[in-house]
C-alpha cells in the first residue's frame, strides 16, 4: 500500500539530467525525495530541492531507511556507472516500486535495465541528437516525434497558407499534415478550425507523418 501520493516520485542520481527531473517537478508541486551518493553534490543541491539526502542507492538498507517503497514512481539517472544503475533499479523492483524509469547511455544499459524490471527506459542524448538532426537541416522551429514515425512540429506558416482559411488552403489533402493550432506573437495557443485564417507571420503547429512534416515544414 501507498503510503504517500500517487504522484510522489523518488529520483536517484542527481547529476544534469537526474536535477532537472527532481527540480521540475518540485516546482509543479510534486513530492520528491532525490537521493545521491555524493555529498558535496547533496549539500549544493539542499538549497533548491526541499528532500535530498546522501545515500548509497546500490545498498538496499538505507533505501529501507529512506521508505523508498512508499514512493509511486521513481526516476533512476546514474548514467555513467552501469553496475551503480542496474544494482539501484534491482534494488527498487526488490522495495516493490510500481513506475520505475531508468537513464540509459547506450541500448545495452537499456535492455539490461528492461530485464531487471524497469518500465520505462530513456535515451536522452540520443533522442535529443535525433531531435536536433531534424531541427538543423528543417525549417521546423521545434520537432517531438513519436515512436511511429509520426511527429509534431511548429513551424512558420508556408506563404500558401496565408490570408486563407486553414479550409481554402486545403493543407491536409494538399501536404497530409493537420493544422492543430496556430501562435500569433502576444497571443496565446489557439485551436486550428476549419474557418481559422493563417496570417503571415503565424507559427503552426501541424501533426503528421515525419517525413510529411518535415516536407510541409520546408515550404516557408
Ligand atoms: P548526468 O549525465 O545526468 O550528469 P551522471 O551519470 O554523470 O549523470 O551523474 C550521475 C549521478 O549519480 C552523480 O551525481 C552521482 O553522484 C550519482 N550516483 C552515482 N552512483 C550512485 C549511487 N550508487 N547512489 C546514488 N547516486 C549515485
Known amino acids: 500500500t501507498l503510503l504517500r501520493p500517487s504522484d510522489s516520485v523518488l529520483v536517484i542520481g542527481l547529476g544534469r539530467f537526474g536535477t532537472a527531473v527532481a527540480q521540475t517537478l518540485v516546482d509543479s508541486g510534486h513530492e520528491v ?13 539542499s538549497a533548491t530541492l526541499p528532500h535530498v539526502v546522501q545515500a548509497d542507492a546500490t545498498q538496499i538498507e538505507p533505501l529501507k531507511q529512506l521508505a523508498a517503497n512508499e514512493f509511486a514512481h521513481a526516476v533512476v539517472s546514474i548514467g555513467t556507472d552501469l553496475e551503480a544503475s542496474v544494482l539501484t533499479v534491482m534494488n527498487l523492483t526488490q522495495l516493490g516500486i510500481k513506475d520505475i524509469w531508468v537513464k540509459a547511455t547506450t541500448p545495452q544499459h537499456g535492455r539490461i535495465a528492461e530485464r ?3 518500465h520505462h527506459v530513456i535515451y536522452p ?15 521546423m522551429l521545434d520537432f517531438i516525434e513519436f515512436e511511429d514515425g509520426f511527429g509534431i512540429a511548429k513551424t512558420r506558416a508556408p506563404a500558401e ?3 486563407k482559411a486553414l479550409s481554402e488552403s486545403n493543407v491536409r489533402q494538399r501536404h497530409g499534415v493537420t493544422v492543430v493550432g ?5 497571443e496565446d495557443f489557439i485551436y486550428a478550425k ?4 493563417v496570417k503571415p507571420g503565424d507559427l503552426l503547429i501541424v501533426s503528421g507523418p515525419t517525413d510529411k512534416v518535415e516536407r510541409f515544414s520546408a515550404r516557408v
Open 182 to 186: 496556430i501562435k500569433r506573437r502576444h
Open 116 to 118: 531487471i524490471g524497469a
Open 33 to 45: 525525495l532525490a537521493i545521491d551518493a555524493d555529498d558535496a553534490n547533496v549539500q549544493a543541491l
Open 161 to 163: 497558407t496565408h490570408n
Open 125 to 139: 542524448e540520443a533522442d535529443m541528437g535525433a531531435r536536433v538532426a531534424h531541427l538543423v537541416t528543417g525549417k
Open 194 to 197: 476549419a474557418d481559422t485564417v
